[in-house]
């Protein structure tokens, strides 16, 4: 019986072999997402025989399997509900919200997750979007599992405390619910979303009510909250993505980086180090990309995000397969977990932050912050001046604040370890109207004046200047006496001020 047990694993393995070589033949691709995943479910032992057959020949009929690609996967309805009982389970760090509704009418639910949800404060605020291309939805899984981590270890795990007490984490597990309940790329007007968004070379869709609902809600989301860093998660290949998206030479492939290229090639290998095997890809070095040097596309939403709404944001490939098996969700979430915290952590863990101020009365100023070198500013808030600027570690930057009505400053700082803390107070400009006086008044009156001098007058006025001299000094020695000898501005110790 041994040996008829031996004969039939055999079978097994050969048949199973012949199935591997036959799907090659159809799927080029198969090789290197089916046959690899195969492999790692067996190691991890979260497969059933089932699902590896099926996921071996889901690339060769794809379109007769999709009722048993859904399988698994949270339904629109699931999803809303997943969402809701998250809120209740971890009200004490969430707040549940929708940004609008999508063709057909779903909500855009998203979660937001701090130790002070829904209150305005000087942290930086980090967005995840999901499931953008409909037919890509492991984003909207990995992001509900991101969600209930953080609520189940934000008091146990270093990390998880970090970006839950510094940070305002918002994630939306699903920016097209219609396009996924279609199994389809685009929206339920068959529009691709990431291809609708203004864009810097190609000036179509400047009307904001000719754009899609749910292109529309993003946008209006930015301008809600000031997001300082973002990544949207899609599926297909195993890279991080970073700006440009296009070039101007809208004809060809090549690497066109945007101004903040060192920052966003750093932002971009935290997640691909972080990844299991993203950073070892043999396709993209690094296992990150410049998008034009990829492939150029135009309308895409994360220049959008970099060019008008001031935030970072990546474009993040996490899976060779647009739809892999359900079965294989937990095995990506693994994969991909440390890449998404450093991601968010990466916000506090870096780059250089603080408030501007008047030297006036020591109110905040909504001032602008650059670099130099870098032909980009970083708006302050409103309410607290506070900002928040991303930068790739290195020796030295010069940083540079400024206010219309304000002298600006500038400093230099090191971010060769760690963030650097740094508080502006400006001093308004000087007012001129003396100078302007003195200047409407000048070319008229000088001649008379010389006259008026040498005229018999000219004792009467001498004493009279003799007296206001006098009266003068006495007038400042006064003020000397009655004059603290410093003023000092109120409010919390800063690292560093200027």
Same mark, same amino acid.
């Given at each position: ?284 070095? =690094?296992? %990150? /990309?410049? *998008?034009?040097?990829? $492939?150029?596309?135009?309308? &895409?939403?994360?220049?959008?995000? @970099? ?59 909504? =001032?602008? %912050? /650059?670099? *130099?070198?870098?032909? $980009?500013?970083?708006?302050? &808030?409103?309410?607290?001046?506070? @900002? ?18 304000y002298k600006s400053k500038n400093t230099t700082i090191w971010l060769d370890e ?81």
């Amino acid at each position: 019986s041994s040996s008829s047990m031996v004969m039939n694993k055999n079978m097994n393995m050969n048949l199973l072999f012949f199935l591997v070589l036959f799907a090659s033949t159809i799927s080029p691709s198969f090789a290197k997402g089916s046959l690899q995943k195969t492999l790692v479910a067996s190691e991890v032992n979260k497969c059933s025989n089932a699902s590896l057959a099926r996921r071996l020949l889901e690339d060769e009929s794809r379109a007769q399997t999709s009722v048993d690609l859904a399988q698994g996967y949270m339904s629109n309805a699931d999803l809303e509900l997943a969402i809701k009982e998250f809120g209740q389970r971890c009200s004490n760090i969430s707040r549940i919200y929708s940004i609008g509704k999508s063709v057909n009418g779903v909500p855009l639910w998203a979660i937001e997750i701090s130790d002070k949800p829904g209150d305005e404060e000087t942290k930086p605020a980090f967005k995840y979007i999901g499931n953008v291309h409909g037919d890509e939805p492991v984003g909207r899984e990995l992001l509900i599992f991101l969600a209930n981590w953080l609520c189940d270890n934000h008091l146990k795990d270093p990390l998880a405390t970090l970006i839950v007490e510094n940070v305002h984490l918002h994630l939306l597990p699903s920016m097209n619910p219609d396009g996924f309940s279609l199994r389809k790329r685009g929206n339920a007007n068959n529009i691709d979303l990431n291809r609708d968004f203004p864009d810097q070379f190609f000036f179509i869709n400047d009307d904001e009510d000719s754009r899609q609902p749910e292109t529309r809600a993003i946008m209006n989301w930015l301008r809600d909250i000031r997001f300082t860093a973002s990544a949207t998660l899609h599926g297909g290949a195993l890279v991080a993505n970073y700006p440009w998206d296009g070039s101007e030479d809208k004809r060809w492939t090549k690497y066109y980086g945007c101004p903040d290229d060192d920052a966003f090639r750093f932002m971009a290998s935290i997640y691909s180090h972080s990844h299991y095997n993203m950073s070892s890809s043999k396709e993209f070095l =690094g296992g %990150i /990309t410049n *998008g034009a040097a990829w $492939y150029p596309l135009y309308g &895409g939403m994360q220049d959008w995000n @970099y060019i008008h709404a001031g935030c970072f944001e990546l474009t993040l490939e996490i899976s060779d397969d647009k739809w892999p098996s359900a079965a294989e969700l937990p095995i990506l979430w693994r994969y991909n977990k440390m890449s998404m915290l450093n991601l968010v952590a990466s916000l506090v863990k870096t780059g250089v932050h603080g408030r501007i101020y008047s030297s006036g009365d020591g109110r905040p100023l909504p =001032g602008s %912050i /650059t670099v *130099g070198g870098i032909n $980009y500013s970083v708006r302050a &808030g409103k309410t607290f001046g506070d @900002y928040h600027r991303l930068l790739a570690p290195r020796d030295k930057y010069q940083v540079v604040a400024t206010m219309p009505g304000y002298k600006s400053k500038n400093t230099t700082i090191w971010l060769d370890e760690g963030p650097v803390t740094l508080d502006f107070v400006l001093d308004p400009e000087v007012s001129h109207k003396w100078s302007v006086l003195q200047n409407v008044y000048d070319c008229n009156c000088k001649q008379e004046f010389v006259q008026f001098l040498g005229g018999a007058h000219l004792e009467v006025y001498f004493v009279l200047i003799v007296v206001l001299g006098f009266l003068f000094l006495l007038f400042q020695r006064r003020a000397k006496v009655k004059c603290s000898p410093s003023r000092q501005l109120t409010g919390p110790k800063r690292t560093v001020e200027v």
